[in-house]
């Protein structure tokens, strides 16, 4: 089984730190796993699995266990991803009304007490320290191809520093060489921690594998950040790095031996870990890797029986909270019958029959289309419906590399082409069905567009809001935005997250974001 190379059952433990207390960073079991390495260096794999487990699990008993000290149902990362980077922006609305998520959905009275804020914010702050710790031990045992585990290592890290710098845009900077530190660590800018990703993946860029176990980072993975990173620069640095992000991403699309899947919805399917597209999975199994937060969010989140046959898409379970808004399935049609008939492959993935194209209440199930482009079912083969989804979140995938190539071109920068661009554009249109475009067409409105219509539900949409400077403001309004029915204009604050308040307690040299 594809999942069980990765994700065999981890007995291994890290120890359970302080998410919210950035000071405690001492590695509680440095010594067992220095032990354990040196009888069995082949146990590394193992306690890999556990690091790479850490975006898209709550715990290592199953899916009603955390590692951390929250919620273990509301809490993995990956749910966390979906929550602050899909509700919050145009495409996707939650209709719950859990305390906090509401503010989510509506981009409206954010504060540092909202429990999904420090939610993404405490996951960040598990997972590095237990990099670190890891690294720590790497450098006084021996495992099997050591360098390229080491170098994973700190792709995970640089990964989960990633999501820090984009949501809250600062934090406290925590190394192997600060293990352990007795006093509050100083406060690290957004350029600081920027500068410090920038280096750790160009120093592991050629030290990752060129190929690795499924779900396991390669070059490709590494660069793929790196390109994620410097695309976004100018809004984390005010400095523009588009000519840098075009670099490394024609990198991962020469180089990294991916190719379009001639089927779309193969890759949101129950079977998609043989999809030759997706670059990185967060893996989920529905026996040996159940979480709440892992694709299982995102397909039983979005179904409900009241209007939909849960088994059409490999379901025991319908949770009735997720469903697109106009802003998504708008970028198919004007209105329902457009949409029904459009040529486009991706806009026929919602479910319409008893619902309204108008989101009035995003409250009300029957209020916009659910979106149907996850689902637990297979694509190639009959399986049957579980709990739990056995779908993998493509997290990177080539759709993603060859549209970010298209933008940083349009944007300017220097070793592109553009009919490269456009060609790498009509690739991902023609796979789904919709008509060519030429080079006329391809403005930074359009690549935003398309982006929507392409990577909708997989943890982008914030992002590219705020890189395409749509979020923010009143230039562009879509439903329930600054929680109104037709959108209205919401300050430039939004832009970051606020620091938790529970971290802000822990350490006292963390300052809020400004309008907070």
Same mark, same amino acid.
């Given at each position: 089984?594809?999942?069980?190379?990765?994700?065999?059952?981890?007995?291994?433990?890290?120890?359970?730190?302080?998410?919210?207390?950035?000071?405690?960073?001492?590695?509680?079991?440095?010594?067992?796993?220095?032990?354990?390495?040196?009888?069995?260096?082949?146990?590394?794999?193992?306690?890999?699995?556990?690091?790479?487990?850490?975006?898209?699990?709550?715990?290592?008993?199953?899916?009603?266990?955390?590692?951390?000290?929250?919620?273990?149902?509301?809490?993995?990362?990956?749910?966390?991803?979906?929550?602050?980077?899909?509700?919050?922006?145009?495409?996707?609305?939650?209709?719950?009304?859990?305390?906090?998520?509401?503010?989510?959905?509506?981009?409206?009275?954010?504060?540092?007490?909202?429990?999904?804020?420090?939610?993404?914010?405490?996951?960040?702050?598990?997972?590095?320290?237990?990099?670190?710790?890891?690294?720590?031990?790497?450098?006084?045992?021996?495992?099997?191809?050591?360098?390229?585990?080491?170098?994973?290592?700190?792709?995970?890290?640089?990964?989960?520093?990633?999501?820090?710098?984009?949501?809250?845009?600062?934090?406290?900077?925590?190394?192997?060489?600060?293990?352990?530190?007795?006093?509050?660590?100083?406060?690290?800018?957004?350029?600081?921690?920027?500068?410090?990703?920038?280096?750790?993946?160009?120093?592991?860029?050629?030290?990752?594998?060129?190929?690795?176990?499924?779900?396991?980072?390669?070059?490709?993975?590494?660069?793929?950040?790196?390109?994620?990173?410097?695309?976004?620069?100018?809004?984390?640095?005010?400095?523009?790095?588009?000519?840098?992000?075009?670099?490394?991403?024609?990198?991962?699309?020469?180089?990294?031996?991916?190719?379009?899947?001639? %089927? !779309?919805?193969?890759?949101? +399917?129950?079977?998609?870990?043989? &999809?030759?597209?997706?670059?990185?999975?967060?893996? /989920? $199994? =529905?026996?040996?890797?159940?979480?709440?937060?892992?694709?299982?969010?995102?397909?039983?989140?979005?179904?409900?029986?009241?209007?939909?046959?849960?088994?059409?898409?490999?379901?025991?379970?319908?949770?009735?909270?997720?469903?697109?808004?106009?802003?998504?399935?708008?970028?198919?049609?004007?209105?329902?019958?457009?949409?029904?008939?459009?040529?486009?492959?991706?806009?026929?993935?919602?479910?319409?029959?008893?619902?309204?194209?108008?989101?009035?209440?995003?409250?009300?199930?029957?209020?916009?289309?659910?979106?149907?482009?996850?689902?637990?079912? %297979? !694509?190639?083969?009959?399986? +049957?419906?579980?709990?739990?989804? &056995?779908?993998?979140?493509?997290?990177?995938?080539? /759709? $993603? =590399?060859?549209?970010?190539?298209?933008?940083?071109?349009?944007?300017?920068?220097?070793?592109?082409?553009?009919?490269?661009?456009?060609?790498?554009?009509?690739?991902?249109?023609?796979?789904?069905?919709?008509?060519?475009?030429?080079?006329?067409?391809?403005?930074?409105?359009?690549?935003?567009?398309?982006?929507?219509?392409?990577?909708?539900?997989?943890?982008?949409?914030?992002?590219?809001?705020?890189?395409?400077?749509?979020?923010?403001?009143?230039?562009?309004?879509?439903?329930?935005?600054?929680?109104?029915?037709?959108?209205?204009?919401?300050?430039? %604050?939004?832009?970051?997250?606020?620091?938790?308040?529970?971290?802000?307690?822990?350490?006292?040299?963390?300052?809020?974001?400004?309008?907070?």
């Amino acid at each position: 089984m594809k999942k069980l190379k990765l994700f065999s059952i981890c007995i291994l433990f890290f120890g359970t730190l302080s998410c919210t207390d950035d000071l405690n960073t001492e590695p509680l079991v440095e010594l067992s796993l220095q032990q354990l390495l040196q009888e069995d260096p082949n146990a590394i794999t193992g306690i890999m699995s556990k690091l790479y487990g850490s975006f898209a699990l709550s715990g290592a008993n199953g899916p009603g266990s955390s590692d951390i000290s929250d919620d273990a149902g509301e809490s993995p990362f990956l749910r966390g991803i979906i929550n602050l980077q899909e509700f919050t922006a145009d495409g996707m609305k939650n209709r719950w009304g859990d305390d906090g998520l509401d503010q989510l959905t509506t981009t409206s009275n954010w504060d540092a007490n909202n429990k999904f804020f420090r939610y993404l914010y405490n996951r960040a702050f598990y997972t590095i320290p237990q990099c670190n710790n890891l690294l720590a031990v790497l450098s006084s045992v021996d495992v099997p191809n050591e360098e390229a585990v080491v170098s994973e290592v700190r792709f995970l890290r640089s990964l989960a520093y990633f999501y820090l710098i984009d949501c809250f845009g600062k934090g406290v900077l925590l190394t192997e060489d600060n293990l352990g530190s007795a006093t509050p660590l100083p406060q690290s800018s957004r350029q600081e921690l920027f500068n410090f990703v920038e280096s750790e993946l160009l120093a592991i860029e050629n030290t990752l594998p060129d190929t690795n176990q499924y779900g396991r980072a390669n070059k490709a993975v590494g660069r793929m950040l790196l390109s994620k990173l410097y695309i976004n620069a100018e809004v984390y640095t005010g400095t523009p790095r588009y000519t840098e992000a075009l670099t490394f991403i024609s990198k991962v699309i020469t180089e990294g031996g991916y190719s379009l899947d001639p %089927n !779309f919805e193969h890759i949101f +399917s129950g079977d998609n870990h043989t &999809s030759p597209e997706i670059i990185y999975p967060l893996i /989920a $199994d =529905a026996l040996v890797s159940q979480s709440y937060g892992n694709t299982t969010y995102l397909v039983n989140g979005s179904l409900n029986s009241a209007t939909m046959t849960l088994s059409d898409y490999g379901a025991t379970e319908g949770w009735g909270g997720h469903r697109a808004s106009k802003a998504w399935y708008g970028l198919f049609g004007a209105n329902a019958g457009e949409l029904a008939s459009s040529p486009d492959q991706r806009a026929h993935l919602f479910w319409t029959s008893g619902h309204t194209y108008e989101m009035t209440d995003y409250r009300e199930w029957e209020n916009g289309y659910p979106s149907t482009k996850f689902r637990n079912s %297979n !694509f190639f083969s009959s399986s +049957s419906p579980t709990s739990f989804s &056995s779908t993998d979140f493509p997290l990177y995938r080539l /759709a $993603d =590399a060859y549209l970010m190539y298209a933008e940083c071109v349009v944007r300017g920068a220097g070793g592109g082409s553009v009919s490269q661009a456009v060609n790498y554009v009509n690739l991902v249109r023609a796979r789904a069905g919709a008509n060519a475009i030429s080079a006329g067409d391809l403005t930074l409105d359009f690549i935003l567009d398309e982006r929507g219509r392409e990577l909708m539900f997989e943890g982008h949409r914030r992002t590219d809001l705020i890189r395409f400077d749509k979020f923010a403001g009143g230039s562009y309004l879509w439903p329930w935005k600054g929680n109104t029915l037709n959108g209205a204009s919401i300050s430039t %604050n939004y832009k970051l997250f606020p620091i938790p308040q529970q971290a802000l307690e822990a350490n006292p040299n963390l300052t809020q974001n400004p309008g907070y």
